[in-house]
């Protein structure tokens, strides 16, 4: 695998534990809307420990994008991306993954398991090709929703939102069971894509397959 050694550019906040990092983009690297790569911190203590992160950008950015959950207690990658600055270098390889946009259909997404849809989305905005498509997200409150201004500018009416630990708002409140499910699914969906937490994804695969969705309609991260 190939690595390219990065500078940051800028980082922003999105929530209150989620960071947007933009960052040099090597001459010809090209990705797949709904890949990730691997990430590591430039230093020498680093340099070797690797993590996934999906590509929220555009290939038609001169920029490359990464929106990263921060998690502090765990003192792992994301407390050190925590600790950086525009001009620290990052490390990252070749793009990979197995999400990638086979048609119009439901998006399934468990928190910072909405990055690689990012992409999938802005892109398909961009083409004007959006309609048809729908996101179901869950969160545990509305101040986790990641980007919740430009998915509800882009998805309108199909974006939607279930919080597992805040109720009487705007969104359903609990999980994301069968009932959930088929009260916001249609005949005419097709497409089912799902990333976020590997217990949430064993569960919904499991309402999708009692709701008669096949194994081979469903695209996710393995």
Known sequence: MKEHTVRILAINHITHDVRQFRVEKPDGYTFVPGQATSVSVNTPELRKIRRPFSFTGLNSDPFLEFTIKIYPSKQGVTAELEELKPGDELIIGDAWGAISYKGAGVFIAGGAGVTPFIAIFRHLR?????????????????????????????????????????????????????????????????????????????????????????????????
Request: some cysteine.
């Open 126 to 222: 961009d083409e004007g090709a959006l309609a048809g498509n729908k996101l179901i997200f869950a969160n545990r409150t509305r101040a986790d929703i990641i980007l919740e201004s430009e998915l509800k500018e882009m998805l309108g009416d199909s974006f939607i939102n279930i919080l597992s630990d805040e109720a009487g708002g705007e969104y359903a409140s609990g999980f994301i069971d069968a009932e959930f499910l088929r009260a916001n699914l249609s005949p005419d969906d097709k497409n089912f894509y799902l990333c976020g937490p590997p217990p949430m994804m064993d569960s919904v695969k499991q309402h999708l397959a009692s709701l008669g969705v096949g194994a081979n309609a469903i695209t996710l991260e393995l």
